[in-house]
């Protein structure tokens, strides 16, 4: 739960808009876990998927160089 939290904050800060969680269970959405429609998922996927990416930036970096990725 710990571990999770803290990449959602991270991603977050990042400026990262999407972290899939694949499954839906009780679990996330206590933690605050959103459903998304099928359509819509992978509408947000292709526009994120679009977007340029150095993927140099998944080395640790400090928190808010990543969010240039976006």
Do not use: I, M
């Amino acid at each position: 739960k710990l571990a999770l939290v803290a990449l959602a904050a991270l991603l977050r800060e990042w400026g990262f808009p999407l972290l899939d969680a694949q499954v839906s269970n009780p679990h996330l959405l206590g933690l605050g876990a959103r459903e998304l429609p099928r359509d819509a998922f992978l509408a947000q996927v292709r526009t994120l998927a679009a977007q340029p990416c150095d993927p140099l930036r998944w080395r640790k970096v400090a928190p808010r160089a990543a969010a240039d990725c976006l």
